[in-house]
């Protein structure tokens, strides 16, 4: 065999190796385990930078713990420190993509795929993330609450 060739088929075999990472990454296989709280009239996502949609209201996020939006991208408690606050931030853990999970008993957000902790302001509390959730901000307004992404 020719040095051409040899170098063909590394090249080739290179190519194919990173072929099933690259389509598991297109993949959407996580869900939320808990998707009790409304839908929000319009997605997070789709609003301009820097304007604020509303997730839910006050009284569904009291009653539930938690706000989760349309698209399950952010995910909304109360602030453990200041209960007229809220805190927003992204649902997907940093490790590996999976969904968290709010426990409000512990005031964590739990990773139910490797048991990453997250605070509530979304910094690592135990890996094996070591990267904290992203945060948005968020406010109640007229008994909404709204966040910004």
Same mark, same amino acid.
């Given at each position: ?25 297109c ?24 304007? @604020?949609? !509303?997730? *839910? =209201? +006050?009284? #569904? ?5 938690? %706000?989760?939006?349309?698209?399950? $991208? /952010? ?13 927003a ?13 709010w ?14 902790? @997250?605070? !509530?302001? *979304? =910094? +690592?509390? #135990? ?5 904290? %959730?992203?945060?948005?901000?968020? $406010? /109640? ?9």
């Open positions: 065999m020719d040095r051409r060739k040899l170098l063909s088929w590394f090249g080739l075999g290179w190519l194919i190796s990173f072929l099933p990472s690259s389509l598991s990454g993949s959407d296989t996580n869900s939320v385990s808990n998707s009790s709280s409304p839908a929000a009239p319009e997605s997070v996502a789709a609003a301009p930078r820097g304007e @604020f949609k !509303a997730i *839910g =209201s +006050v009284a #569904q996020l009291d009653k539930d713990g938690k %706000l989760i939006s349309t698209d399950k $991208k /952010i995910l909304v408690v109360r602030d453990p420190k200041n209960s007229n606050k809220v805190l931030v992204n649902s997907a853990c940093t490790h590996k993509g999976c969904v968290v999970e426990q409000k008993s512990s005031q964590e957000y739990v990773c139910p795929c490797h048991d990453a902790k @997250f605070a !509530a302001n *979304g =910094s +690592v509390k #135990q890996g094996p993330a070591n990267k904290a %959730l992203p945060t948005y901000a968020a $406010k /109640i307004e007229k008994g909404q609450v709204l966040v910004s992404s």
